[in-house]
């Protein structure tokens, strides 16, 4: 049972354009979701993340959208830079809890053309 | 302050050996979680420590993984007579109590 989604494998966005990542959850106990950016042979590293009463949160170059009556968030990245080629992970977890785990969709590989 | 660290970054054993991952948290983390990301899949949850305590192993295999974070020393993650599909990329995280998990790079398990 995927309870997060990212159901686009991967995304080609050219250099300066803004990079649309997407995910969607099953869960409506989610209330804090997170996104993570993973470079090969790198654990994932921490980049924004946001609580399920807003909807919007905004870090930089980093935006994050959530949508709870659709049950989907977006991180979008504007401008995009060769950098931010990487493997995107949302992942979400349940505040009230004691143990924080966190659920991670399969990933999106971003590739920024130059 | 230094990241998570773990090691060794990458182990091969043959299979019906003992697999043993290290994980030290950050500085002033006591909370330690272990996630094991399959070949193109997302990292999935396995195991959650405190200091001497295992809190939830709800991800864990019931044979063979065992999980530990002493009072003194980093976390173990210890897989006996490993098999072929524990090949994967383990994953230790740490944080101060219900913030922000920071992951260490990983240990690649490679069953032969």
């Known amino acids: 049972d995927q309870q997060v989604k990212q159901n686009s494998p991967s995304l080609r966005v050219q250099e300066g354009r803004i990079s649309i990542l997407n995910c969607d959850y099953t869960?409506?106990?989610?209330?804090?979701f997170l996104w993570y950016k993973k470079y090969p042979a790198e654990g994932p590293t921490f980049l924004i993340s946001?609580?399920?009463?807003?909807d919007k949160n905004e870090d930089g170059r980093f935006t994050v959208f959530l949508n709870k009556s659709a049950k989907h968030l977006s991180l979008h990245i504007v401008p995009s830079q060769p950098g931010d080629s990487a493997v995107y992970f949302c992942?979400?977890?349940?505040?009230?809890?004691?143990?924080?785990?966190?659920?991670f969709g399969q990933g999106t590989r971003l590739t920024i053309n130059p | 302050n230094a990241g998570v660290m773990q090691n060794p970054r990458h182990l091969v054993r043959r299979r019906g050996q003992e697999a043993r991952l290290r994980c030290s948290p950050m500085?002033?983390?006591?909370?330690v979680y272990w996630y094991r990301q399959l070949p193109e899949e997302g990292l999935k949850f396995m195991v959650y420590?405190?200091?001497?305590?295992?809190?939830?192993e709800s991800g864990m295999p019931k044979e063979r993984f065992s999980a530990e974070f002493p009072k003194e020393g980093p976390s173990i993650l210890r897989i006996q007579q490993v098999v072929r599909g524990d090949s994967a990329a383990y994953f230790c995280?740490?944080?101060?109590?219900?913030?922000?998990?920071?992951f260490g790079p990983g240990t690649r398990l490679l069953v032969l």
């Open positions: 995280a740490s944080s101060p109590f219900q913030e922000t998990q920071y």
């Open positions: 869960n409506s106990m989610f209330d804090y």
């Open positions: 946001i609580s399920s009463i807003k």
């Open positions: 992942a979400a977890t349940v505040l009230d809890q004691g143990a924080q785990k966190l659920v």
């Open positions: 500085k002033g983390h006591s909370h």
């Open positions: 420590l405190q200091k001497e305590n295992i809190i939830d």
